[in-house]
């Protein structure tokens, strides 16, 4: 019975490891305002952030959960705090660090990028020579993305439209953070930082 059990909590544990996990954005920009909507899904779980009221959605099976609205914290009420940390301590974290971020970065792959961009600057001789310097640069990228730019040579503007989604499995994730977490540097220096 307890076998039972315990390969029941592994295949769980797998399912939840291995089911992949999906970032999305979708940003508009124009006259200076930004609005938009970031969203992460997994399972059963979707959580959105909409800019414009800021507030974060929490939905099981599209059904909304919780909904939670930012609230500014107030000014001048911070502790400024009595923590120092040695430039040994940071030098010994930094290696780690940075392989902590390649191989987070690493572990995602873009499944879809849009990007729409309308842009002109003061002087239309400027916005031609920036607009060859984005053609060249896009030429070099080879994305196979959709990156979509226009150039309005008649007036001063920035409008952009942004779609993106990225993907990865949780295990991707954990593998690298529990490699950080045990390197020996990390570990000395997380108990020099604790101990003072």
Request: a positive charge.
């Amino acid at each position: 019975m307890v076998w039972f059990i315990l390969a029941g909590i592994i295949v769980i544990l797998l399912v939840v490891l291995l089911s992949p996990l999906t970032a999305a954005a979708e940003i508009a920009g124009s006259g200076g305002k930004i609005r938009g909507s970031f969203s992460i899904i997994w399972l059963m779980f979707h959580i959105r952030y909409v800019l414009e009221s800021q507030r974060m959605e929490i939905l099981i099976l599209r059904h909304r959960i919780a909904s939670l609205k930012h609230k500014d914290k107030p000014d001048g009420h911070e502790k400024p705090g009595k923590t120092r940390l040695h430039m040994m301590q940071i030098k010994n974290m930094i290696a780690p660090l940075f392989r902590l971020v390649r191989d987070i970065i690493a572990a995602f792959r873009l499944k879809y990028l849009d990007i729409d961009i309308t842009y002109g600057l003061k002087n239309p001789a400027y916005t031609g020579i920036f607009t060859g310097f984005l053609y060249a640069v896009r030429g070099l990228a080879q994305t196979g993305q959709n990156i979509r730019f226009s150039p309005d040579y008649a007036r001063q503007v920035l409008d952009w439209n942004m779609k993106a989604r990225i993907s990865t499995t949780p295990i991707q994730i954990v593998l690298p953070m529990a490699r950080f977490v045990t390197n020996t540097q990390v570990l000395k220096s997380g108990i020099m930082m604790i101990r003072k």
